[in-house]
């Protein structure tokens, strides 16, 4: 069907936005129009080709859903919305979705964490199936069609709704309307927001979510690539107490990266806290348990191990001493894991650091004050939880409206192993 038959009569249904979300929306609409008269169904999407994030959603993978079968429960899994979900999910769940693509002979895994995946490990295998089953009802696709405007008419005629884009050029219109265009606010068009309050709804203002902490902290340095599975996560409000609200806390893997800190247990934390870091401007501390669930003692005998079966050694110079470091961590994984290579790592910069504060600065208190000048070395008592509160420290974060922000994190730093007494302050630069 060419573009002036496209835009010559009024459509049942206008899908607005070509990703996985209008594709399931239009299916599911020609599935539930009465049998034997004609539904028609457009969908229009602004790209050169529509299902784009679904080629990169799950490493290119496409985790198409969870393996969490009672709506009851999979609702606690949402930060938000859980009560209005909890209807949707009696009605349609991850059992239904399941069955859905099994249905069109799309094999799927489960994994160990709940995650399904097509069993092709491809997520073009997830939209050769969407293309395949709007093709096979009847539903028409149109690309390369920005959405400028939709006008609501009064009850009575055939055409509810008209739909403008590019540039206003063009009009079509409609019974129905249904928008899934998922935002854009960088690209300059319009979007669900834009669009929605243009029809008369109210929306809550968006605010990032699902983003990885970017810590410009020198005592990072050096440790991208290495990750702790399980590591604990709490956010805490400026002046150290823990945020009292569901989700502040998170057990899970956590990757240190070269901009600071990612992992599944920073998105959900991230996702969970979205409107509670946004209300403080981003102000807040973070804490950090690198044992995760392992007894503090098991882990101080694992370092006094390693440190007894190294000591002895002659202080090399810099680049033998990051040989040895490496080399010395790499003992420590085989022995413990990834755990313990992050632990040698931390007691071995600890070490260092601690080592270039006294010769760059000379003796200090240790009292628990601060002075004008120097930071503070705060003695605090055996079995301190392990503490990292966020220095500086920038958010690579993603808009509901998908439009990518930099929000910034405040606050003072702490950080130390978890064999140390002692937790090293310094100001916020």
Known sequence: MDKMRLNSHTWDLIVVGGGPAGFFAALACAAGAPVGSPFKILILEKANRPLGKVLVSGGGRCNLTHACYDPAQLVEYYPRGGPALRGAFTRFQPSDTV??????????????????????????????????????????????????????????????????????????????????????????????????????????????????????DPRLEGLAGISVDPAGLQLLNEDGTPLRAPGMQQLGPLLITHWGLSGPAVLRLSAWAARELNACAYQAGLRINWLGEMKQEQALADLLTFKEAHAGQKQ??????????????????????????????????????????????GPRRVDGHQDAD???????????????????????????????????????????APSCKTTLIAPSR
Do not use: M, Y
């Open 99 to 216: 069955a859905w693509f099994k249905r069109r002979g799309v094999s799927l895994k489960t994994e160990p964490d709940g995650r399904i995946f097509p069993a092709s490990n491809d997520a073009q295998t997830v939209v050769e199936c969407l293309l395949d089953a709007a093709d096979q009802a009847g539903i028409r696709l149109r690309t390369r069609s920005v959405v400028d405007a939709i006008f609501a008419h009064a009850e009575g005629g055939a055409a509810r709704f008209t739909v403008a884009l590019n540039a206003s050029t063009e009009t079509f219109k409609a019974r129905c309307l249904l928008l899934a265009t998922g935002g854009d606010a960088a690209s300059g068009t319009a979007g669900t927001p834009e669009l929605a309050e243009s029809l008369g709804h109210s929306l809550k203002p968006a605010v990032p979510s699902l983003f990885t902490f970017r810590i410009p």
């Open 316 to 361: 090399p110079g810099h680049q033998k001493r990051h040989a040895a470091r490496r080399r010395h961590e790499r003992d420590a994984e085989r022995q413990h894991g990834a755990a313990g290579q992050h632990h040698a790592a931390l007691a071995d910069r600890v070490g260092q650091h601690a080592g270039e504060q006294h010769a760059r600065q």
């Open 374 to 416: 120097h930071p503070r070395v705060q003695q605090k008592p055996r079995g301190h939880p392990v503490d990292h509160r966020v220095v500086g420290a920038r958010v690579q974060s993603q808009h509901a409206d998908q439009r990518a922000v930099e929000p910034v994190l405040g606050g003072l730093s702490a950080f130390h």
